[in-house]
């Protein structure tokens, strides 16, 4: 019999990125009404998540750079866009209070429905 090489690693501790991302925006996300709404605001979760795994000073940059195109794309007012900055910030807090050492960037999330259920699709890389 061979012996098993430890890993150091517990398979019952891996938690996939999109399940991650549901801990961190479930609440976000369900203020769409329909299934692209949720995937537009999944999409903001994600961002938020990217901007979370810089420093703090790169961090404010990526969140005045995201406020400013979020204006101009929506042609938004002053309280819209202060309400895009704090769900920002605190899906940010969110993901450094649960998944602090979790350094990926979301390059992609999609939401479909399969079997009458929303599921949420991730694809990430990992920060070096």
């Not at 961002?47 to 042609?75: F, G, P």
């Not at 920002?88 to 998944?99: D, V, W």
């Not at 939401?111 to 599921?119: A, H, I, L, V």
């Amino acid at each position: 019999m061979k012996k098993r090489k430890k890993t150091g690693k517990k398979i019952d501790s891996h938690i996939k990125v999109s399940e991650m991302l549901i801990k961190v925006g479930s609440e976000f996300i369900q203020f769409g009404s329909t299934i692209e709404q949720r995937e537009n605001n999944l999409r903001i979760v994600a961002s938020a998540w990217n901007m979370a795994c810089h420093e703090e000073l790169l961090r404010e940059k990526y969140i005045q750079d995201a406020i400013m195109v979020y204006t101009r794309i929506n042609n938004s007012d002053t309280e819209h866009k202060e309400a895009y900055e704090h769900a920002l910030r605190q899906l940010i807090s969110r993901k450094l209070a649960l998944f602090p050492s979790e350094m990926v960037q979301i390059i992609n999330v999609r939401m479909y429905e399969e079997d009458g259920k929303e599921q949420i699709w991730a694809t990430s890389v990992k920060m070096t």
